[in-house]
């Protein structure tokens, strides 16, 4: 069983920046992506980011490129999110999610989720 740990979320002005940081641990696994997704208050869950453990590519949505930066540290099995110009309709729970299984093509394990609040 995977455990996946976020800290970083809080409170920001708009324009201003934060950056998650999400830990994998429990037992032995391989990791093959990590993402970040999030789910504002009565909206459905969104993709935000993602990596590929081994490719090393990334992927983002456009409401987010060019402002956040997803990353990773293999040796931590911990990925990032560099949250920068935030914005007002950043505001989320923002989760991290684990695949370890490549066969299935969703992801395996969520986290705990984030609170991030940008006021205007």
């Known amino acids: 069983q995977v455990q996946l740990v976020e800290s970083g979320g809080g409170l920001v002005q708009a324009g201003g920046s934060l950056k998650l940081s999400c830990a994998a641990s429990g037992g032995t696994f391989t990791l093959f992506a990590m993402g970040w997704f999030r789910q504002a208050p009565g909206k459905a869950r969104e993709f935000v980011a993602a990596?590929?453990?081994?490719?090393?590519?990334?992927d983002y949505a456009d409401s987010v490129k060019g402002r956040f930066r997803i990353s990773k540290d293999n040796a931590k099995n911990t990925v990032y999110l560099q949250m920068n110009s935030l914005k007002p309709e950043d505001t989320a729970v923002y989760y991290c999610?684990?695949?370890?299984?490549?066969?299935?093509?969703?992801?395996?394990?969520w986290g705990q989720g984030t609170q991030v609040t940008v006021s205007s």
């Open positions: 990596i590929n453990w081994i490719e090393r590519t990334t």
């Open positions: 999610a684990a695949k370890v299984d490549i066969t299935r093509s969703d992801y395996d394990y």
